[in-house]
């Protein structure tokens, strides 16, 4: 189970917290704050999915397409974007430079945490020649 959560001074997303859990969202602009500047709970976290309809669409109609890949519907995505663009004629979304930047972190860690959690520098792959 992952979690993952965004917080800004205008809004807030916390992801899914456990099965079942869905994820919420706050925007000032849409429910101000109770206690701006204070502590605690103060403000009103709506679901995420109210807005999906609004904002993605395409992603609430293919639902069940992605549903059949793999990593939870990611796969869909990445594969779409990559297709869409080439019948385009334009680059790819995530050229080799970005995938690098995504991928280096995950055989570095384990390296680090087999030489007993030691740091280990992720190169930048616009240097390699």
Same mark, same amino acid.
């Given at each position: 189970?992952?979690?993952?959560?965004?917080?800004?001074?205008?809004?807030?997303?916390?992801?899914?917290?456990?099965?079942?859990?869905?994820?919420?969202?706050?925007?000032?602009? #849409?429910? !101000?704050?109770?206690?701006?500047?204070?502590?605690?709970?103060?403000?009103?976290?709506?679901?995420?999915?109210?807005?999906?309809?609004?904002?993605?669409?395409?992603?609430?109609?293919?639902?069940?397409?992605?549903?059949?890949?793999?990593?939870?519907?990611?796969?869909?995505?990445?594969?779409?974007?990559?297709?869409?663009?080439?019948?385009?004629?334009?680059?790819?979304?995530?050229?080799?430079?970005?995938?690098?930047?995504?991928? #280096?972190?995950?055989? #570095?860690?384990?390296?680090?945490?087999?030489?007993?959690?030691? !740091?280990?520098?992720? !190169?930048?792959?616009?240097?390699?020649?």
């Amino acid at each position: 189970m992952d979690y993952y959560a965004l917080q800004g001074t205008r809004g807030s997303f916390e992801g899914t917290r456990g099965f079942g859990d869905p994820p919420r969202i706050w925007l000032e602009e #849409l429910e !101000p704050a109770d206690r701006p500047g204070k502590s605690g709970p103060s403000v009103h976290w709506r679901l995420l999915a109210e807005f999906e309809q609004e904002f993605i669409p395409d992603r609430v109609a293919a639902r069940a397409d992605a549903a059949r890949t793999g990593h939870g519907g990611s796969d869909y995505w990445t594969m779409k974007a990559f297709v869409d663009a080439f019948r385009r004629g334009e680059p790819s979304p995530v050229d080799v430079y970005r995938a690098l930047d995504c991928s #280096l972190p995950g055989p #570095l860690a384990l390296e680090s945490a087999r030489q007993g959690g030691v !740091p280990i520098d992720i !190169p930048n792959p616009r240097d390699f020649t």
